[in-house]
């Protein structure tokens, strides 16, 4: 997202040009997206290149591309050196495709027009209290991926690219046991579970979730062999039981509280007093202050109407689940470990 790279001051000059910055973040946005598309971090990644030697590599108009990349060198995002070259900075470098943590899926996920156009629409969705997603695209979210695959791909690649530095940030934190099972209830492709299974070799693992993503899952290799199991089915039914540890890794910040009771209900039901649930979500701070998760919160809301909340409000739609919220673990990442017991 755009951002300025200051508060203003209380001067009307400065207070204007911060607005109308704010104003055009859609713009940085979309010139984020251009060089996701035409993988301009790839092209950099031996080193400075001049706009024309990465037109012709990536079969683009060089004044157009000059354009982009000076407009995106002032928010971080490349550099160009005295010659008239560009590089890589270190915000650029999460933009490559070869390079672990990658953001590239990501971005292109979030800058495309499931969320561009949903976030447009944001008015609409503060007057009727609801997503505008389903007033634009005829279905929710999650129906709608349902019958676009490519939406559907693009959604998973760039949910398991945003999700792989959370994954090793709560495998590090959390003192999974070291043996028994964790149940990755809605756990997309693996990541998560993938990296708490490699740090606890006598740990097992479910990944449960709809069969789309995992079809795609990361659980393949050798030191995971015979460790896991994947199932389909739907967390609003039923999720598997016998597990030590469940896990909701950016699950319930897709949904409103009684969707959010519905699936607590569903996990208590398979868990036997005394289990751990593990809510990996952002928590809100109070005050002012800027966060993620209050950007986040904001997105949610247009897309899928969902939310983000506070550890308060994490307490109270737990205890209507049937869970104990016992601590908050905060990550090196975004997410924090909301740690419940099963009652």
């Known amino acids: 997202m755009a951002t300025s790279p200051h508060r203003p001051t209380g001067d009307p000059q400065d207070i204007t040009a911060h607005l109308v910055d704010q104003a055009l973040g859609h713009v940085f946005a979309a010139a984020l997206r251009t060089a996701a598309h035409y993988r301009i971090a790839d092209h950099l990644s031996e080193g400075p290149r001049t706009v024309e030697q990465l037109a012709i590599a990536t079969d683009t108009h060089a004044p157009q591309l000059r354009r982009v990349l000076r407009y995106l060198a002032t928010r971080g995002i490349f550099r160009e050196d005295t010659t008239g070259a560009y590089q890589l900075t270190p915000a650029a470098q999460p933009l490559r495709t070869d390079v672990p943590d990658s953001l590239h899926s990501a971005v292109l996920m979030m800058t495309d027009e499931l ?8 008015p609409e969705a503060v007057r009727h209290d609801g997503a505008s997603f389903e007033r634009i695209f005829g279905a929710p979210l999650f129906e709608h991926l349902l019958t676009d695959p490519a939406a559907r791909r693009l959604f998973d690649d760039g949910m398991a690219s945003l999700s792989a530095p959370a994954d090793e940030a709560v495998a590090t934190v959390y003192p999974f046991p070291e043996t028994g099972t964790v149940v990755d209830v809605g756990g997309g492709r693996g990541g998560l579970l993938r990296a708490a299974l490699r740090r606890h070799p006598q740990l097992t693992g479910v990944l449960f979730d709809q069969a789309p993503p995992l079809a795609h899952h990361l659980l393949d290799g050798d030191e995971l062999k ?7 089915g739907d967390f609003f039914t039923s999720v598997p039981e016998g597990g030590d540890v ?4 950016h699950v319930l910040h897709d949904w409103p509280d009684d969707a959010c009771r519905r699936i607590l209900r569903t996990c208590r039901a398979a868990m036997a007093a005394g289990r751990r649930l593990l809510v990996i979500e952002s928590v809100l ?12 919160d904001v997105a949610m809301m247009a897309v899928v109407d969902g939310r983000e909340r506070t550890a308060d409000e994490f307490a109270t739609l737990l205890s209507a689940g049937g869970f104990r ?3 908050v673990l905060p990550t090196a990442a975004c997410p924090s470990i909301v740690e419940a017991v099963a009652e």
């Open 115 to 122: 969320f561009l156009r949903t976030s447009a629409a944001m």
């Open 246 to 249: 469940y896990v909701l890794k």
């Open 226 to 232: 015979g460790r896991w199991r994947a199932q389909e």
């Open 285 to 296: 701070p109070p005050g002012n202050a800027p966060h993620f998760g209050k950007t986040m």
């Open 325 to 327: 919220l016992t601590r």
